[in-house]
């Protein structure tokens, strides 16, 4: 219920948002309870603060957004940092520390905390960087205007390139040229992407879009774990299916992932209803973007180092796909098969892959009501019940187990005794 109300309160607070332009929603970082903890501790009493939310966090709460990582910037050094919180037996881990950059966490809630910096020089993957006090040479070296507002817990904010006008004004610009942005760290020109197609409420820019076709090879230099990282940032987007609407950025997009030939199928998912719409997964939208009754998957589960839990998921859908065109396949009975020789997740992938394919099929959402109503049948015939009646453990009794099986699950998981009896009569038990 807490949960629900919440969402209800977010999606109030993005509306008005957009309608008003209204920034009231930084009243959700200025009572985290534990942020309030840290800033009291790393800042002095009477003194300008030295510690401020910047980026992401900052972006979300103006938009209304469900807030996952908060990040912190000062003008503290690291060991400054430590040995304030040391003080306060506050855990510090120190994920970055060349970078200057410490994860702390207070109840559980996990802040990063970064020193302002400036960089010295790039090689478009890395950078070597300087601590610095100053906040707008800080700022200077972030990626888009939307990511270098600041604000400290009282809700003060610092905007030195006015993020929060593009915010609202659906603008999506990098700080400074565009070329050098991309040149220092390559895997911007996908940041970009997912920033344009999240909030940007206009055409792209030719003076952003000329560079990043310039430079898309310099993707090839960028780590694939980093290019994947970004990636599934992108495929988690509600919105992702408008990526593919716009013709520079899907021209740029298969120039990077080839493999991304079926994207059209991710047209239909705007026409479905909103209750299925929230159940495609980041990973779904992958297989939805790339899966066909081939393993060419394969390759890119290889190329982007991917789980072998995503690789198997991807391997199962693939699998069932020629399936997908028989009208028998979303019959109740046939998902309650389906269900007990796989899982209620797998049954569900099926039938949300299904729905954005080009066969129609009407009854999808009914489906899935009924896949979470659904009881697992339970095989009522056990290996102790064969050995009670003559068979010895194993090849045979295995066999028999799984003969018995099969006839039970085509008879829709029901099976008679006199079946089960006539089968042993044909066998020879010893």
């Not at 906040?135 to 990626?143: G, H, P, S, T, Y």
């Amino acid at each position: 219920m807490l949960g629900k109300i919440r969402d209800i309160i977010l999606k109030t607070d993005q509306i008005l948002y957009k309608k008003f332009g209204s920034d009231k929603s930084l009243k959700i970082l200025e009572n985290i309870k534990e942020a309030r903890i840290i800033f009291s501790y790393l800042n002095e009493i009477g003194e300008e603060s030295k510690v401020r939310f910047v980026g992401g966090c900052i972006r979300k709460a103006l938009t209304g957004e469900r807030i996952d990582d908060i990040d912190l910037a000062t003008s503290l050094t690291p060991d400054e940092i430590k040995k304030k919180l040391n003080k306060e037996n506050i855990k510090i881990i120190d994920t970055g520390i060349s970078h200057g950059t410490l994860t702390v966490i207070l109840n559980n809630k996990k802040f990063e905390i970064t020193t302002l910096r400036k960089d010295i020089s790039t090689d478009g993957r890395h950078a070597n960087i300087e601590f610095t006090s100053n906040w707008e040479q800080d700022a200077l070296r972030r990626d888009f205007t939307i990511n270098a507002i600041y604000a400290d817990i009282e809700g003060r904010i610092f905007d030195p390139f006015d993020g929060i006008s593009d915010l609202r004004n659906g603008k999506i610009k990098f700080i400074g040229q565009a070329k050098e942005r991309i040149q220092e760290d390559y895997l911007r020109i996908l940041r970009y992407f997912r920033f344009y197609t999240q909030y940007s409420k206009e055409d792209h820019d030719k003076e952003t879009i000329q560079p990043i076709k310039q430079y898309i090879n310099g993707l090839n230099n960028i780590s694939k774990e980093r290019i994947f990282d970004e990636l599934k940032k992108i495929l988690g987007l509600k919105n992702i299916y408008t990526l593919f609407s716009n013709k520079d950025s899907v021209e740029i997009i298969l120039n990077i992932f080839p493999q991304f030939k079926y994207h059209e199928r991710l047209k239909k998912i705007n026409y479905l209803a909103d209750s299925l719409k929230e159940k495609y997964d980041k990973y779904l939208i992958l297989a939805l973007l790339i899966l066909d009754e081939t393993n060419d998957y394969e390759y890119f589960c290889h190329k982007y180092k991917t789980s072998n839990n995503l690789k198997n998921r991807l391997k199962t859908i693939s699998e069932k796909l020629p399936n997908f065109k028989n009208k028998r396949f979303y019959h109740k009975e046939n998902i309650k098969k389906l269900i007990y020789l796989t899982s209620k997740e797998n049954v569900k992938d099926f039938l949300l892959f299904s729905a954005c394919l080009k066969t129609k099929v009407s009854n999808i959402e009914e489906l899935i009501e009924y896949l979470n109503v659904c009881k697992v049948p339970k095989f009522p015939i056990t290996g102790d019940y064969l050995i009670g009646h003559g068979y010895k453990t194993g090849k045979m009794l295995g066999q028999k187990l799984k003969f018995l099986e099969e006839k039970w699950i085509e008879n829709n998981f029901i099976i008679e005794k006199k079946v089960i009896e006539k089968s042993f009569d044909k066998d020879n038990k010893y």
